[in-house]
T-cell receptor
């Protein structure tokens, strides 16, 4: 069964701290891996997409890495800000569908 | 701006009363998805369309149906909503099936069943 797990489930950090969110997946036959942000009661916004042949992607203060062989991805957020507070979801593409993790709830305290 | 629009934002229905949720897109994307997300859980794919081709997930209950009358619109019909169907319903699109294609999500419809 294709499962995606995110650890930790929740994280609270002071403003300015660098942080890492973790994602693991059971089936390494992936097409790509995406990180999304979800604000409370809202839809999802795509942050980064890493194709199966890539190792990492960067956008501003965000860096995502992919290790397909170990079934892991990390999302690194540098110099966190209160505006980064949201739920971050990892999703793995198998064939024509995305399988999501349950997310990490991030709170950045000012 | 091109986008994915879901209406209504909030929907309240009664147990067993049919309800329809709508999604429209101005991106001219070929693929449209419907996801169900219950509180604090991962979004779960219900079905998707590639153009007019309907692709149902094996574990999607028969109570859930979908229609795509044209490229821009897609509907989710719940024939007899139960209390367990209360959730956020998310519509998403992508241009094609390619591995570098991102998904674009609407803001979702929060469904309550009384």
């Amino acid at each position: 069964k294709q499962e995606v797990t995110q650890i930790p489930a929740a994280l609270s950090v002071p403003e300015g701290e660098n942080l890492v969110l973790n994602c693991s997946f059971t089936d390494s036959a992936i097409y790509n891996l995406q990180w999304f942000r979800q604000d409370p009661g809202k839809g999802l916004t795509s942050l980064l997409l890493i194709q199966s042949s890539q190792r990492e992607q960067t956008s501003g203060r965000l860096n995502a890495s992919l290790d397909k062989s170990s079934g892991r991805s990390t999302l690194y957020i540098a110099a966190s800000q209160p505006g980064d507070s949201a739920t971050y979801l990892c999703a793995v593409k198998y064939g024509n569908k995305l399988v999501f993790g349950a997310g990490t709830i991030l709170r950045v305290k000012s | 701006d091109a986008m994915v629009i879901q209406n209504p934002r909030y929907q309240v229905t009664q147990f067993g009363k049919p309800v329809t949720l709508s999604c429209s897109q101005t991106l001219n994307h070929n693929v449209m998805y419907w996801y169900q997300q219950k509180s604090s859980q991962a979004p779960k794919l219900l079905f998707h369309y590639y153009d007019k081709d309907f692709n149902n997930e094996a574990d999607t209950p028969d109570n859930f149906q979908s229609r795509r009358p044209n490229t821009s619109f897609c509907f989710l019909d719940i024939r007899s909503p139960g209390l367990g169907d209360a959730a956020m319903y998310l519509c998403a699109t992508s241009r094609v099936y390619r591995d570098d294609e991102k998904l674009f999500f609407g803001s979702g419809t929060q469904l309550s069943v009384l």
